[in-house]
């Protein structure tokens, strides 16, 4: 029997790794005018349960192309929206699907953001409440020390961009916007927290000069 989804605030759940999104980790957040996943969950029967018990799902954002999983077997059970950056809504071709270019604004506290570089769609989801949360997909990850970083890898698509990415959105956020960032990835890594705290100093912080010489991990 999998996991129940764990509480990440009194109305954000994490759902365990999934095998179909490469151990990704999707989120859940319960809004009364309709509830948004981040990425998909597992596909199983309890994922199905959890989704009802909490109101259903509204709208599917897609963080980037690897956590695209069940995709269109959630639009077709639940009846969601399918949200993804548009370089990258061709790869759901049996799926009815919402594209957007620079920015989508999901519901009133809910917005879409791209942030290209780990892949050429790869996009952000900022919820404004709860001091404001960023949900990074793989373009923010923990590191083993639990401190939120890029990631050169094999796969990247374009690190430039990426670190760029990185300055659009601290340049953005604010310590009274920022609180918190909730991973696609590296869980693990957070030692039973349930994201990253003070997460725009930890973004601010950053040294994307130093960066930008790292070698890409296998």
Same mark, same amino acid.
């Given at each position: 029997?999998?996991?129940?989804? &764990?509480?990440?605030?009194?109305?954000?759940? /994490?759902? #365990?790794?999934? &095998?179909?999104?490469?151990?990704?980790?999707?989120?859940?957040?319960? !809004?009364?005018?309709?509830?948004?996943?981040?990425?998909?969950?597992p596909?199983?029967?309890?994922?199905?349960?959890?989704? *009802?018990?909490?109101?259903?799902? %509204?709208?599917?954002?897609?963080?980037? %192309?690897?956590?695209?999983?069940?995709?269109?077997?959630?639009?077709?059970?639940t009846? =969601?929206?399918?949200?993804?950056?548009?370089?990258?809504?061709?790869?759901?071709? !049996?799926?009815?699907?919402?594209? @957007?270019?620079?920015?989508?604004?999901? *519901?009133?506290?809910?917005?879409?953001?791209?942030?290209?570089?780990?892949?050429?769609? *790869?996009? =952000?989801?900022?919820?404004?409440?709860?001091?404001?949360?960023? @949900?990074?997909?793989?373009?923010?990850?923990?590191?083993?020390?639990? !401190?939120?970083? #890029?990631?050169?890898?094999?796969?990247?698509?374009?690190? #430039?961009?990426?670190?760029?990415?990185?300055?659009?959105?601290?340049? %953005?956020?604010?310590?009274?916007?920022?609180?918190?960032? =909730?991973?696609?990835?590296?869980?693990?890594?957070l030692?039973?927290?349930?994201?990253?705290?003070? /997460?725009?100093?930890?973004?601010?912080?950053?040294?994307?000069?130093?960066?930008?010489? /790292?070698t /890409?991990?296998?």
């Amino acid at each position: 029997m999998s996991k129940e989804p &764990r509480i990440v605030r009194a109305n954000i759940f /994490a759902f #365990p790794p999934n &095998r179909q999104t490469l151990g990704g980790t999707a989120y859940l957040i319960v !809004e009364k005018d309709g509830n948004v996943l981040v990425d998909t969950p597992p596909a199983t029967p309890e994922t199905q349960e959890f989704l *009802s018990r909490h109101g259903g799902v %509204r709208s599917l954002f897609i963080s980037h %192309r690897d956590s695209i999983g069940n995709a269109t077997e959630l639009q077709q059970s639940t009846g =969601c929206q399918v949200i993804i950056q548009e370089q990258e809504a061709y790869l759901l071709p !049996e799926a009815q699907v919402t594209p @957007f270019q620079q920015e989508i604004q999901i *519901s009133r506290d809910i917005q879409g953001i791209w942030t290209p570089g780990h892949t050429p769609g *790869s996009a =952000c989801l900022y919820y404004r409440q709860q001091g404001g949360v960023l @949900f990074t997909g793989r373009h923010l990850l923990p590191n083993p020390q639990g !401190e939120v970083v #890029p990631l050169r890898t094999a796969k990247t698509f374009h690190w #430039p961009r990426q670190l760029r990415s990185v300055a659009q959105l601290r340049d %953005r956020f604010s310590p009274d916007s920022l609180s918190l960032i =909730c991973p696609g990835a590296s869980t693990g890594f957070l030692r039973g927290q349930r994201a990253i705290e003070d /997460a725009y100093h930890q973004l601010a912080a950053l040294d994307l000069n130093a960066l930008a010489t /790292a070698t /890409a991990l296998l």
